[in-house]
């Protein structure tokens, strides 16, 4: 027999050993020739790729436990399960934390130069990049880590080359100015799923422009119809009413625009209008964009500065004058005494100019959406800038499609609309950005013939010219741009490899909601452009992990939960059984991040539990060797026959939920079978017949016993992979079966109808319910748990009858019942109530309890009850108080008169019946 397991559960102590034993094994690694030449159906997840240098959040945690709870149940299914990790470069996110170390030196990169940044980064990269893997490996991930891949790896960067060259050949990606979304923080351009907008209280400035003298006529005319937006200044000319949250881009305007269905303004389109503290002059244009409705119905173009104006200028033909440094400061293109200032600060001084030329109007208090960086959360200034693009709506349209017929599903299911509307309306890609780190744009341009040359390799020459004068365009592509290649560039595209033969498509896809967008939109359009099919057929988005106030965790909120620090205290089990069992089909999940005892109270209770439980059926079965349930069949008692028929269900419908990812009811499933039907029911019932050696109900409940729990352990083990794992190890092997090296690789459960037993449910139901009114009807009565009382039982079923006077041990050991009469109820005689389907039993209380003592305390609680019913039907009988209290108080008095008086009829029974004894 192995060593018996310690009483009290410790995951540190074998948590480690079974990675260990995991890796050593290579229990997660799999062959794609076995795929390949045998034709069976790999199940494949590819990981989410977390930034290299992060560490492991708690939402990395509830991200991963997912994918490791399908992973591994997969892969028990006899599937050839393989989870491919791996980490993102993350351009802006790992250039910030480099450039923050050299800022500590009084260095930037620019000191540095290019190609030592690059490699300072790397060193940085090598030194921090793989912590966040370790971490997963902790939590019980079970990646094939042999399979690790990166997205700066040489083979994923020939992959985005091929992509970026194969788009360029096809006419999909471009080079144009255009307004983007511009971090000043970062400097560089951001998509525009990287520009996150939040509500913000701004101000709406109402600002006086004045008219040129050949439209004061024009501007009369209007007055005099009632446009209220036109107004004489002093020196007797005229001027319009425009309507802004930002009167600093004032010093950009080059034209000023009404609706051209705007009656009041419908004589002044195409006069000239002068901008205030510039010295230029521009023009009224009409354009359909503008709502009549906002402001004054006029509204001033900054083309450079503003993607709807920007669209206005291309339509009118404006020019475009980009008055912001990429720091955001105001430059060269502004008056002498606005240049260098900050947006903020220039704001303040453009209001006093005007203020003091009696040129600005009202200002009201204005809510408005402002854009931030998604990674530092600046707020992003939009900015006319030459960058590169990527035509979208072609690449969108198979993508879309697939969601409309089905091809791809998501859950929960709203998400399919979020999607199609997003892929419907969706924008060309900026994929430049102003950085060092990531994957350099394969474009040269040449010195001398000024030819662009885009190549799969880097050229020696032009191929225009043949000079040798190349200048390799200075950005790096979005980071998503080689995420968006993960599924197919992780198995070795554009080779034609053994991996992508096998493994691509995967399977399912399981994320986070904020990068629908960002990610899974893209990798979908990416898998139909380069492979001819989707990447994966289902989508899972799961929820959030917030803090008990409903706020998303944050470093700079403070009130994240380290997932280590959990595992340290409680253990990776108790870690993932929580998520997992808190995690409702996209719901998201609270934790109190200032009391980690209570957050995780539920897996590591329930780890404990599952250990004792475990440790005890260990204990109790011995060194004798276990018969093969099938070979007991004939002595099965009702326990046994009720455990097998409950397993059935709970195998039935674990599977079937995690079919359909729903994590939560498959966790409560498993909670309530294990340590309701299992520990606190099954082994309490059969604990005795453990001891009566070599007869055949000995044999039985041993075989029963290994048979559930070894299906538990199965269950169980994709949730939680440690402790299953470690009781797995030892326990027994029935004859005539086979056992696995370990859990992780043992077959899943298969339900058998054979051991489907509806009449042994039912008995056991009802003796359960038996059981918990006797013990509720002890309590009530005060009869000591040590006491043996007798019982009383009329209208049963006969099953039950004959199974009670049958097996009276039962009622023995669970409820401490001696005598059992059978239709034989005195008058009068004790304790009684009525199960649901109408039997009457009896407890007979007398020589049981001290019946004066018990009727004295009675009706001590039955006068204190009556005294409260009068004072408060006193209350409800007073006008004056019925008129002058609030109506919630007078119903909280009549709640207590409902509940008083239902205390009272229970107090009164009681006392009939202890009076009758």
Excluded at 280 to 293: G, H, K, L, N
Aim: charged fraction near 25%.
């Amino acid at each position: 027999m192995a060593e018996p397991l310690p009483p009290r559960f410790d995951p540190g102590n074998i948590e480690e050993g079974w990675i260990q034993f995991w890796n050593e094994n290579g229990c997660f690694s799999v062959d794609p020739d076995t795929v390949v030449d045998s034709g069976v159906d790999p199940y494949v997840i590819v990981i989410p790729p977390p930034n290299v240098t992060a560490v492991l959040h708690i939402g990395h945690s509830l991200n991963n436990t997912i994918q490791d709870v399908l992973i591994r149940w997969r892969r028990m299914q006899g599937r050839v399960a393989l989870w491919v990790p791996g980490t993102d470069h993350a351009g802006i996110a790992t250039q910030n934390m480099v450039e923050k170390q050299l800022a500590q030196e009084n260095l930037s990169r620019g000191d540095l130069g290019r190609d030592d940044f690059e490699a300072r980064v790397w060193d940085y990269v090598d030194k921090t990049g793989g912590r966040i893997l370790e971490q997963l490996r902790t939590i019980g991930s079970s990646c094939d880590f042999d399979r690790t891949r990166f997205t700066l790896d040489s083979g994923l960067s020939d992959a985005v080359r091929e992509v970026f060259v194969q788009l360029y050949e096809k006419d999909l990606v471009y080079r144009s100015e255009y307004i983007i979304n511009w971090c000043p923080r970062c400097l560089t351009a951001l998509a525009n799923e990287e520009a996150e907008s939040s509500e913000v209280e701004g101000k709406l400035y109402e600002l006086k422009y004045p008219l040129a003298k050949e439209a004061w006529n024009a501007a009369s005319e209007a007055h005099d119809r009632g446009v209220d937006t036109l107004g004489h200044l002093s020196d007797g000319g005229w001027y319009i009413t425009l309507s802004t949250t930002r009167p600093e881009t004032m010093l950009g305007d080059t034209a000023v625009a009404v609706n051209p269905k705007d009656r009041r303004y419908e004589g002044l389109v195409g006069a000239n209008i002068d901008v205030p503290l510039t010295g230029r002059s521009i023009t009224i244009v009409a354009d359909d964009f503008v709502d009549p409705e906002f402001g004054s119905g006029v509204v001033k173009v900054t083309p450079a500065h503003d993607p709807n104006d920007f669209e206005i200028a291309q339509r009118a033909g404006l020019e475009m004058i980009n008055i912001f440094t990429p720091e955001a400061k105001l430059n060269e293109n502004v008056p002498e005494e606005f240049r260098g200032l900050s947006s903020s600060k220039g704001r303040e001084k453009v209001l006093d100019s005007l203020r003091e030329l009696d040129l600005l109007g009202r200002v009201s208090n204005h809510v408005h959406a402002v854009p931030h960086c998604y990674r530092c959360h600046t707020v992003v200034e939009p900015r006319l800038s030459l960058q590169w693009f990527v035509r979208m709506k072609p690449l969108a349209k198979p993508a879309l499609e697939a969601s409309r017929d089905g091809t791809i599903t998501f859950t929960p299911d709203h998400w399919q609309k979020v999607y199609e509307r997003w892929m419907e309306e969706i924008r060309d890609w900026c994929i430049s950005r102003q950085l060092w780190w990531g994957h350099r744009i394969p474009v040269w341009y040449c010195d001398d013939c000024g030819e662009t040359i885009v190549a799969r390799k880097d050229p020696h020459d032009c191929e225009f010219c043949d000079s040798v004068n190349l200048t390799q365009d200075p950005d790096v592509l979005d980071t998503w741009f080689s995420s968006w290649l993960w599924p197919f560039s992780v198995f070795g595209w554009p080779q034609e490899t053994t991996d992508l033969k096998a493994f691509y498509p995967t399977n399912d896809m399981v994320t986070a909601p904020e990068i629908l967008f960002f990610w899974v939109a893209r990798m979908v359009m990416a898998g139909y452009e380069f492979m001819g099919e989707a990447p994966f057929t289902r989508v899972y988005l799961h929820g959030t992990v917030r803090d008990k106030q409903g706020r998303k965790m944050s470093k700079s909120l403070g009130n994240g939960v380290d997932p280590m620090e959990v595992v340290d205290l409680f253990g990776a089990d108790a870690l993932r059984f929580t998520l997992i069992s808190s995690s409702g089909v996209g719901g998201d999940i609270k934790l109190d991040h200032e009391d980690l005892g209570s957050s995780f109270s539920t897996g590591r209770n329930f780890a404990n539990k599952l250990w004792n439980a475990g440790r005890f059926a260990l204990m109790r079965l011995g060194d004798d060797e276990v018969k093969n349930i099938l070979d007991v069949r004939g002595s099965l008692e009702v326990e046994d026959r009720w455990i097998l028929s409950r397993l059935q269900q709970t195998v039935t419908e674990v599977t079937r939920g995690l079919d359909d990812f729903r994590f939560h009811e498959i966790s409560d499933r498993l909670y309530h079978f294990i340590w309701g039907d299992f520990a606190d029911w099954y082994l309490e019932l059969v604990k005795a017949r453990l001891t009566r050696e070599d007869d055949a109900s000995y044999h039985a409940a041993r075989s029963t016993l290994v048979t559930v729990l070894d299906e538990i352990l199965r269950l169980l083990h994709p949730i939680m992979p440690f402790v299953t794992s470690e009781l797995w190890s030892q326990l027994p092997i029935p004859q005539n079966t086979e056992k696995s090296e370990t859990l992780a690789v043992a077959d899943w459960p298969q339900a058998q109808k054979d051991f489907v037993d509806e009449q042994a449910e039912m008995n056991l139901n009802q003796i359960q319910e038996l059981v918990t009114q006797i013990r509720s009807l002890r309590k009530e009565y005060g009869v000591g748990e040590k006491i043996q009382v007798d019982l009383q039982i009329s209208g049963a079923r006969t099953a039950l009858t004959e199974l009670l006077i049958a097996r009276p041990e039962i009622l023995g050991k669970m409820a401490r019942v001696g005598e059992i009469q059978v239709n034989a109820i005195s008058k009068g005689s004790g304790a009684d109530t009525v199960l649901k389907d109408g039997t009457e039993i009896v407890i007979p209380l007398g020589g049981v309890i001290d019946l004066a003592k018990e009727c004295e305390k009675v009706r001590t609680e039955i006068l204190r009850l009556e005294l409260l019913v009068e004072g408060v039907r006193k209350k409800l009988s007073n006008e004056k108080f019925l008129s002058a209290a609030p109506v919630d108080v007078v119903e909280k008095e009549r709640l207590k008169e409902d509940s008083f008086l239902q205390q009272l009829a229970v107090l009164k029974k009681k006392r009939s019946n202890l009076s009758d004894v």
